[in-house]
Nanobody, 125 residues
Framework: QVQLVESGGGLVQAGGSLRLSCVGS????????MGWFRQAPGKEREFVAA????????NYADSVKGRRTISRDNAKNTVYLQMNSLKPEDTAVYYC??????????????????WGQGTQVTVSS
């Protein structure tokens, strides 16, 4: 069992930056692939980025490539999402998730076993 808690969301102007953090409980955090997803009002949850358990392989959605960096610190049981050049269309609730398939940076929500409660990111124009 892994419990995930996100933080770092907030209100930012277009062009600004935010860094989201997700802290996981338990000694098995380092065995999970970690992912970030987002869900805007009235839309389906969509993949943003993922990182394998060792941090050696990352995967990004085409819509955010070049503007997002996912990283992790297994000693702190934490995964990060650095978001730069934010746009109003990035406004959403951002969720982190953990997948037991620790060596695949999967983009499929169904592959993830545990989810956080989400953190709101609002980008004003």
């Amino acid at each position: 069992q892994v419990q995930l808690v996100e933080s770092g969301g907030g209100l930012v102007q277009a062009g600004g930056s935010l860094r989201l953090s997700c802290v996981g409980s338990g000694r098995t955090f380092s065995t999970y692939t970690m992912g970030w997803f987002r869900q805007a009002p009235g839309k389906e949850r969509e993949f943003v980025a993922a990182i394998t358990r060792s941090g050696g392989i990352t995967n990004y959605a085409d819509s955010v490539k070049g503007r997002r960096t996912i990283s992790r610190d297994n000693a702190k049981n934490t995964v990060y999402l650095q978001m730069n050049s934010l746009k109003p269309e990035d406004t959403a609730v951002y969720y982190c998730a953990a997948a037991a398939k620790g060596f695949i940076p999967t983009s499929r929500p169904d592959d993830y076993d545990y989810w956080g409660q989400g953190t709101q990111v609002t980008v004003s124009s």
